[in-house]
């Protein structure tokens, strides 16, 4: 049986004691602590004092640096990034500019939404990648449609969209039952 040398963790024993700082409010040691949300840094004088803070200051990290563009605010390169909603092409120089572009155009249908009659619909992404159409003028109008649109009007209730949605043309309106083969 081999033995093991306790002084190789004896050395090494405190070393990570302080990683997290001290406290700013009362200068006691900083841990991390857990709760119903999950893990925090909290102070260790708890409850004497209840400083916390999360975890993970950023939630959004650099993928990869994209060479040869530039952030039209700042002239900074460009970066894909990865964050709480997504991928999406912001600029490297975050935080002191927080320009953020799309990753891909937003394809118009030229449709007018029908439940406000002032935007268009536009093709959209989710963060899970799911095609989805909505209001040019979110966040005003909410109005949504899981599938493509058909710039026709519905010949039951009048609404001003149908949806193509297997291999039918539907009415969109959960009370109007209206389907007709494309």
């Known amino acids: 049986m081999t033995k093991i040398d306790q002084s ?4 090494q024993e405190h070393a990570l004691e302080h990683a997290l700082g001290d406290c700013p409010d009362c200068g006691k040691p900083l841990q991390i602590r857990n709760s119903k949300s999950g893990p925090f840094v909290g102070c260790s004088g708890y409850p004497d004092c209840d400083f916390s803070k999360p975890l ?3 939630q959004t990290t650099t993928l990869k640096v994209m060479e040869g563009t530039e952030c039209p605010l700042c002239q900074s390169p460009m970066a894909l990034k990865k964050g709480r909603y997504g991928m999406f092409i912001g600029c490297a120089n975050y935080p002191d500019c927080q320009h953020i572009a799309p ?12 439940k406000c009659q002032q935007g268009q619909l536009v093709e959209r992404t989710n963060k899970y990648g799911k095609q989805f159409f909505s209001c040019s003028d ?10 493509s649109p058909v710039n026709e009007t519905c010949p039951e209730c009048g609404w001003g969209v149908l949806i193509a949605k297997k291999g039918q043309k539907q009415c969109p309106q959960p009370a109007c039952g209206y389907k007709a083969s494309k």
């Open 8 to 11: 190789l963790f004896s050395a």
């Open 56 to 58: 993970y200051d950023t």
């Open 138 to 147: 979110y966040p005003a109008c909410r109005y949504v449609l899981n599938s």
């Open 103 to 114: 990753m891909k155009e937003q394809d118009d249908t030229h449709i007018q939404c029908p």
